[in-house]
T-cell receptor, first 114, second 114 residues
Framework: GENVEQHPSTLSVQEGDSAVIKCTYS??????FPWYKQELGKGPQLIID?????GEKKDQRIAVTLNKTAKHFSLHITETQPEDSAVYFC?????????????FGKGTHLIIQP | DAGVIQSPRHEVTEMGQEVTLRCKPI?????LFWYRQTMMRGLELLIY????????DSGMPEDRFSAKMPNASFSTLKIQPSEPRDSAVYFC????????????FGEGSWLTVV
């Protein structure tokens, strides 16, 4: 099955600065890479995803980049705000390109300093 | 849509007792997943179903864990007998194959075994 590594485990940035979280994956057949945000006491929620036919995708202040050759993808958050404080998870398909679930990274605790 | 609904939200039980967690997936979704979240191991896929049929239970930690999906709108995860190391947050999630790989999580069941 897929193996996903995520760094850093904790990231503290000043409000208004940018934050970058990086992930690597092992299965070259993987073709879908979502990012989830988990707030305290809640379940993970999808915030953005990218498929293997594109290298970058943006949605307002968040963007995801994908490098299939190197098997890594990153989440970029610009102009960070207090409500961005949460745990962020990257993921890849559990078994390559299938729809049978996701394997998650260990998570990054993003702290936005006022 | 109501989203994935889990119950109970919180459960405290004594070691050796049976625990049953319940899940109602999003209507029309054909995949259902059970995940466990702990600080040490992150989000782990325990088992998933496709059209009510268990497909992969290789993540179930041991025989004390069992899961069923008697119909498209209900699933249970049972632990018998429970042990303190089973303390975790258990998430149910669902997805629709034709909707891509997007997985929608419930709010979780917070289990404490004392």
């Amino acid at each position: 099955g897929e193996n996903v590594e995520q760094h850093p485990s904790t990231l503290s940035v000043q409000e208004g600065d940018s934050a970058v979280i990086k992930c690597t994956y092992s299965d070259s057949a993987s073709n879908y890479f979502p990012w989830y945000k988990q707030e305290l006491g809640k379940g993970p929620q999808l915030i953005i995803d990218i498929r293997s036919n594109v290298g970058e995708k943006k949605d307002q202040r968040i963007a995801v980049t994908l490098n299939k050759t190197a098997k890594h993808f990153s989440l970029h958050i610009t102009e960070t705000q207090p409500e961005d404080s949460a745990v962020y998870f990257c993921a890849a398909p559990y078994s390559g390109g299938g729809a049978d679930g996701l394997t998650f990274g260990k998570g990054t605790h993003l702290i936005i300093q006022p | 849509d109501a989203g994935v609904i889990q119950s109970p939200r919180h459960e405290v039980t004594e070691m050796g007792q049976e625990v049953t967690l319940r899940c109602k997936p999003i209507s029309g979704h054909d995949y259902l997943f059970w995940y466990r979240q702990t600080m040490m191991r992150g989000l782990e896929l325990l088992i998933y179903f496709n059209n009510n049929v268990p497909i992969d239970d290789s993540g179930m930690p041991e025989d004390r864990f069992s899961a069923k999906m008697p119909n498209a709108s209900f699933s249970t995860l049972k632990i018998q007998p429970s042990e303190p190391r089973d303390s975790a947050v258990y998430f149910c999630a669902s997805s629709l194959l034709d909707g891509g790989n997007t997985i929608y999580f419930g709010e979780g069941s917070w289990l404490t075994v004392v």
